[in-house]
């Protein structure tokens, strides 16, 4: 073990030395160079909460900017959070409504800045909690009679579909930020909007059978986490698409049909929201193939409302979970994806061509053309990234059974699998800081690692697990076995070059509740020793009344001076209650995580956006109040009373205007 400690601290030195991290206990740590009161991390830590509340520090407030139904347009009521217990969204008026109202379960945001006062701001709005929206829903389920009660109340469906997709909505800064009602900006995208197919995959014969010049998909869904592209667009990532569409044990599908859908897991019984009673779309046994329209990277454009929005197929179908781009040296794009399931992959597009900043229509399809990469994590701190390219592996060509490059594309995780990719613990937001050009990918959790049972048979719900060959056991990338709290991973391009096809990696933080016994200085080799469930690592910080518990890292972002602000999507440390974390990642702050936000009951935190000045911290509240029902609510958040609980979008500031986090 002294030989493997040692090895590990070598790892760090060399990886620490060439990308200007601290180097820990092996010398002087690098000074990090924040203005003092600009970037130094100087607020006071809240306490963990369960109150159903959001809290922040002294000093900050934290104002709701836009909340579920709030109406976007002239002329649209707002929806009247009272009454939802009652049966309010019951009826097709509801729906016609929604679809002009600020959607339900926020997650991923963009912002784009038109001036120090006027903001456009896109939001995921990624799937529904009928349970909350729709009394009777939850008795229904609990009574296995969920299908004859959407057959009785086909309505809820048709609100469901409105109420997802995504909002583009203008905001604007006086005392605190409010929205425009009625801006020529607003703008809602739903699971029924027409949204143009484009990339390589588009005109594939089971996304586009007809060969249609313009082949089209009806709506997105399941829009989680996000990013902004450089020449000004919004990219919303679809993620679990899969739990809209139900019935297909029933299907009869041809090999290519079943051999595409194999790897997604579909639902042979039931979907989770019962889609298909009320619309045949979504019956995988009368079109089996509508499915394949879903899981791709959706590109928006947020200053034109009647431009269509498109599925770029170049970057892959997977259970997308957000899109960070950043630039190479030579102007080439790199979009870095998650794919948030158990045991799936970290992937990376490079485009073909560089961005053009003085030649907008240059840009318009820049995702159109391009290599997709994904990871894999060697055991000894290096990694490589793999090019997914029909022809160039033996693994991806008309003899192993892929005949274009639309059908990688289409068949993203099994081409992976053929690749040697290495299996993640649910890989979901990435984030880039500005300072170091150091990449962090958040996984959330693996609660299966280290369990081979489970990969053997379907689960309770009817997915069916696709049956590859995995290897469970924890390993460098994924220590823990099982690993409840989730972790982040940090990588170091080639010569910091995003368009590299190589990288080294780095354990950055081992999420849980740090104690004396537990916390770890630095990260042993786990294919030697896999680590235990409540072992936890925050970049070598050593004392553990220093540090914030957290768990279940979902999404990240920074701010201007290039400290990592982290949001939580799962159980925390002593139940409380999911919330925002921010900490420095280099310096002799590394690691040194500080709870700044505690959302209210049921809620899990989304977005982590600052404004460009660093003075604003704008986040998702999605599904407050779930664990509960329309008819027996845990939460009330935001309005208070008896109301529904309401997701929405918060901006928190300072009181006196300084810089969030300070």
Not at 362 to 383: H, P, Q, S
Not at 539 to 546: I, L, N, R
Request: some cysteine; charged content about 25%; overall charge negative.
């Amino acid at each position: 073990m002294q030989t493997l400690f040692e090895r590990r601290l070598s790892r760090r030195r060399v990886l620490g030395e060439a990308v200007g991290l601290a180097a820990l206990s092996l010398g002087a740590p690098r000074v990090w160079s924040a203005k003092p009161g600009a970037g130094a991390l100087s607020f006071e830590r809240i306490a963990p909460s369960r109150r159903d509340a959001v809290i922040v520090p002294d000093g900050y407030r934290a104002d709701t900017v836009l909340r579920w139904g709030d109406p976007l347009f002239a002329g649209v009521p707002p929806l009247d959070a009272e009454r939802v217990a009652a049966g309010a969204l019951l009826d097709a008026a509801a729906a016609e409504q929604q679809a002009r109202q600020f959607g339900y379960n926020c997650d991923g945001l963009g912002l784009f800045e038109r001036g120090q006062r006027s903001v456009l701001v896109c939001v995921n709005h990624e799937y529904a909690n009928p349970d909350l929206m729709f009394p009777g829903w939850a008795e229904a389920r609990r009574a296995r009679a969920l299908g004859a009660f959407v057959k009785e109340h086909p309505a809820i469906v048709a609100y469901m579909q409105a109420a997802l997709g995504v909002s583009v909505v203008e905001l604007e800064r006086g005392a605190s930020w409010r929205y425009r009602v009625g801006s020529r900006y607003n703008r809602r995208i739903t699971a029924r909007t027409p949204i143009e197919l484009a990339g390589p995959a588009r005109h594939h014969p089971l996304l586009d059978p007809r060969g249609d010049a313009v082949p089209l998909a009806l709506g997105t869904l399941g829009n989680c986490a996000a990013g902004t592209t450089p020449w000004g667009t919004y990219l919303t990532a679809e993620e679990n698409v899969d739990d809209h569409f139900g019935n297909f044990a029933a299907a009869t599908l041809e090999p290519a049909v079943a051999s595409a859908h194999r790897r997604f897991g579909m639902r042979l019984r039931d979907s989770a929201y019962r889609w298909e009673y009320a619309d045949a779309r979504f019956d995988a046994a009368r079109n089996p193939t509508e499915s394949f329209k879903f899981g791709w990277i959706v590109e928006i454009d947020p200053f034109d409302p009647r431009s269509r929005p498109k599925k770029r197929t170049a970057l892959g179908r997977l259970k997308h979970e957000g899109a960070t781009t950043v630039l190479a040296p030579d102007g080439r794009v790199a979009v870095y994806l998650g794919d948030d399931q158990a045991f799936e992959y970290f992937y990376k597009f490079v485009t073909a061509r560089a961005f053009a900043p003085h030649d907008p229509a240059a840009n318009r399809d820049l995702l159109d053309e391009g290599t997709l990469y994904v990871a894999r994590f060697d055991d000894d701190g290096r990694g490589v990234w793999l090019p997914l390219k029909f022809g160039e592996h033996p693994e991806l060509t008309p003899a192993r059974g892929f005949v274009s490059q639309a059908d990688v594309l289409l068949r993203c995780r099994e081409a992976a699998d053929r690749l040697g990719a290495t299996p993640l613990d649910r890989p979901e937001d990435v984030a880039v800081s500005p300072r170091t050009k150091n990449v962090y990918v958040a996984l959330t959790m693996g609660l299966t690692r280290g369990d081979e049972a489970v990969l053997a048979h379907a689960d309770a719900d009817g997915v069916a697990l696709e049956g590859r060959k995995l290897d469970p056991r924890a390993d460098g990338a994924n220590p823990r076995a099982p690993n409840p709290s989730g972790h982040i991973v940090e990588l170091v391009e080639e010569r910091a070059n995003p368009a590299a096809t190589s990288f080294r990696w780095e354990i950055f933080l081992l999420a849980g509740a740090p104690t004396r016994d537990g916390l770890l200085a630095t990260v042993p080799d786990a294919r030697a020793r896999p680590l235990t469930p409540d072992a936890t690592y925050f970049g070598g910080a050593t004392d553990p009344a220093e540090l914030s518990a957290f768990a279940n890292p979902d999404n990240l972002g920074f701010d201007p001076d290039g400290n990592l602000w982290i949001v939580t999507d799962g159980p925390q440390p002593d139940d409380n209650n999911n919330g925002c974390f921010v900490c420095a990642t280099e310096g002799p702050a590394r690691g040194r995580v500080r709870q700044f936000m505690s959302g209210p009951v049921g809620a899990e935190i989304c977005g982590c956006e600052i404004s460009r000045d660093g003075t604003t911290l704008f986040l998702d509240i999605q599904h407050p109040g779930e664990g509960g029902s329309a008819s027996a609510p845990i939460s009330h958040w935001p309005d208070g009373g008896t109301a529904a609980p309401r997701p929405s979008l918060i901006a928190i500031v300072a009181k006196d205007g300084r810089v969030v986090g300070t």
